[in-house]
């Protein structure tokens, strides 16, 4: 996104929400970080717009804040949380993908439990998971960590099957290792319904335990495209040496997301086979495959080369590879 050299005035740009058809980045970017007064008008400029107009303005705001780590919408999207409009409760969410105060947690959870959208309902399910992520590495208070954990597993438990809600609230209690948790997870792959099958297999991914390794090697060769991707990153993610042979199969697939996901998953899984994998795709005559895999080379160096700066430096959360926003409905 270009910059502009000269901030637009807060008030200007208030101004353009309600007359511009489409404001400017350069006027939503004077939105970023408000407080206090600056945010008590633009909240009363907002709750007298119509909700299209709503809707419209706070996804360029998303779209804003997923482009630009700098800019900090967090207190327009948390706002939004309350809005009459499902688009606007949505967007807010999703604009919050990266705010892990725990002072979110309430608000999410109030969203799972109460919002009338299913949509909304699974976002914040799945908004919650890096609450569970950050309670089992001790990130979170007991009592949080037990809220959230409470939340996501009623959410699950009272959802009907084929419901998006469902799919959310076990790919994010999946972070967690016990027993509930893991009945859950093959009760889900066991199911009938495909896409609860789908999101068993990204549980297993996240759950680190290796006794589904073998499971999820031998749903690399399903015929579903979306089920061969979601097990080669959940084979990365698991760091199965053994599904190396298996992955390398994955580079010839029809589908660009399922080669895609083969490649950050050798660079997750590493080792020398592996490399070499890497290597070749990189000189690959296929520009997508051979761009995508110098990526992969790099995270393979990050994850597995030598290393010139202490890896203390790095928060173990940041060092996480980012998940692809999921195609699944």
């Excluded at 908004?127 to 939340?151: I, K, T």
């Excluded at 399903?222 to 991707?229: D, E, I, L, Q, Y």
């Excluded at 010839?252 to 997301?257: F, G, L, S, V």
Aim: hydrophobic share 40%; proline share 5%; with cysteine.
């Amino acid at each position: 996104m270009k910059k502009s050299s000269k901030p637009v005035p807060f008030e200007r740009a208030i101004q353009s929400l309600r007359t511009e058809a489409e404001p400017s980045p350069e006027s939503l970017m004077a939105f970023s970080d408000l407080s206090g007064e600056q945010l008590t008008v633009w909240q009363t400029v907002w709750a007298s717009l119509p909700a299209d107009r709503r809707a419209s303005l706070i996804e360029q705001l998303r779209e804003l804040a997923e482009e630009d780590i700098e800019v900090d919408f967090r207190p327009l999207f948390r706002f939004g949380l309350s809005d009459a409009d499902e688009r606007v409760r949505l967007a807010s969410v999703e604009g919050l993908f990266e705010d892990d105060h725990p002072s979110l947690i309430a608000p999410l959870i109030a969203l799972l439990h109460n919002d009338p959208s299913p949509t909304v309902r699974a976002a914040a399910a799945e908004s919650l998971g890096r609450f569970v992520y950050s309670g089992e590495m001790d990130r979170l208070s007991d009592a949080r960590r037990n809220q959230v954990y409470a939340a996501l597993m009623r959410a699950l438990l009272t959802s009907p099957e084929n419901s998006i809600v469902r799919r959310r609230a076990l790919e994010s209690l999946a972070y967690v290792s016990n027993e509930e948790v893991d009945l859950q997870i093959r009760e889900a792959y066991y199911s009938d319904d495909d896409l609860l099958r789908l999101s068993a297999i990204v549980a297993m991914g996240r759950s680190n335990n290796r006794a589904y390794c073998e499971i999820v090697r031998s749903e690399l060769h399903s015929v579903s495209p979306a089920v061969r991707r979601r097990a080669a990153e959940a084979s990365g993610e698991l760091e199965d040496e053994e599904a190396v042979a298996d992955l390398a199969q994955l580079l010839d697939d029809p589908d660009d997301e399922v080669r895609f996901a083969a490649l950050d998953a050798l660079a997750l899984i590493g080792g020398s086979e592996a490399k070499k994998l890497l290597q070749d795709a990189a000189n690959s005559d296929d520009e997508a495959l051979a761009e995508y895999a110098e990526q992969a080379l790099e995270q393979f160096e990050f994850w597995h080369g030598e290393m010139d700066f202490p890896m203390a430096l790095f928060d173990e959360e940041d060092l996480k590879p980012k998940p692809i926003r999921r195609q699944d409905k």
